[in-house]
T-cell receptor
Framework: NAGVTQTPKFQVLKTGQSMTLQCAQD?????MSWYRQDPGMGLRLIHY???????DQGEVPNGYNVSRSTTEDFPLRLLSAAPSQTSVYFC?????????????FGPGTRLTVT | DQQVKQNSPSLSVQEGRISILNCDYT??????FLWYKKYPAEGPTFLIS???IKDKNEDGRFTVFLNKSAKHLSLHIVPSQPGDSAVYFC???????????WGAGTKLIIKP
C-alpha cells in the first residue's frame, strides 16, 4: 500500500494563478480531508469528504474548492492564488465507522504564492 | 479563539528521562483526543489517543492522561529516546464531527 500520496511536493505560483493539488489514497477510506499548516499554528481544516459525491467545508474554506468523484481521489483547487495561501498543505484519510478518529496523512505540498 | 492550546513551543529533555507534553482545551464538547508526531518534511503520524470516558491510555513508552475537570491532557514518554525528537501535536474531536481541532504543536528535543 502506498497510503496517502500527494503531488506535487513543491509549487510556486504567481498571484492570480490557479492550480490543483492532487491527493490519492489506496486504503479504501471513506473520509478524506485537506489541511493547511502555517508557522506557529496547528493544522487547520479546509474541506473534507465522507464519501464519493459528498464534500463539506472546514474551518478555512475560502479560496479553495474540492470535489470527490471517486473514493480514492480528493483534489484541492486554488481558483486564484493569493500570497495568504502560502502554506504547507496536507491531505489525510481515515475509515469511518470505527472507534478511532486516527487519520493517515500524506507527506504534504509546500506552496509559495508570490 | 484557540480551542486547543499547547503553551510550550519547545521542550528539551535528556535522553532516558521522562518527557511530558501538555495540552489544554476549552470546548467541553470534545470527547476524543489524539496525539500526533511530526518529523520535518513529513506528514503527521498518529501516536496515541484517548476517549473522554477514560482518564489514562498506555501504549508502550507512551501514556496519555486526561483530566476532564481541568480540561487538560498530557503525553508522557518514558524513557525518552533520540528518535522521539519531533513536533508533537494535540488534536481534539467532538465525536463523529469529522473536524479535528489542532494545537500549535510542541517541538521536543531529546539531548544525548
Amino acid at each position: 500500500n502506498a497510503g496517502v500520496t500527494q503531488t506535487p511536493k513543491f509549487q510556486v505560483l504567481k498571484t492570480g494563478q490557479s492550480m490543483t493539488l492532487q491527493c490519492a489514497q489506496d486504503m479504501n477510506h471513506e473520509y478524506m480531508s485537506w489541511y493547511r499548516q502555517d508557522p506557529g499554528m496547528g493544522l487547520r481544516l479546509i474541506h473534507y469528504s465522507v464519501g464519493a459525491g459528498i464534500t463539506d467545508q472546514g474551518e478555512v474554506p475560502n479560496g479553495y474548492n474540492v470535489s470527490r468523484s471517486t473514493t480514492e481521489d480528493f483534489p484541492l483547487r486554488l481558483l486564484s492564488a493569493a500570497p495568504s495561501q502560502t502554506s504547507v498543505y496536507f491531505c489525510a484519510s481515515s475509515p469511518l465507522g470505527t472507534d478511532s478518529y486516527e487519520q493517515y496523512f500524506g507527506p504534504g505540498t509546500r506552496l509559495t504564492v508570490t | 479563539d484557540q480551542q486547543v492550546k499547547q503553551n510550550s513551543p519547545s521542550l528539551s529533555v535528556q535522553e532516558g528521562r521522562i518527557s511530558i507534553l501538555n495540552c489544554d482545551y476549552t470546548n467541553s464538547m470534545f470527547d476524543y483526543f489524539l496525539w500526533y508526531k511530526k518529523y520535518p518534511a513529513e506528514g503527521p503520524t498518529f501516536l496515541i489517543s484517548i476517549s473522554s470516558i477514560k482518564d489514562k491510555n498506555e501504549d508502550g513508552r507512551f501514556t496519555v492522561f486526561l483530566n476532564k475537570s481541568a480540561k487538560h491532557l498530557s503525553l508522557h514518554i518514558v524513557p525518552s529516546q533520540p528518535g522521539d525528537s519531533a513536533v508533537y501535536f494535540c488534536a481534539a474531536d467532538e465525536g463523529s464531527n469529522y473536524q479535528l481541532i489542532w494545537g500549535a504543536g510542541t517541538k521536543l528535543i531529546i539531548k544525548p
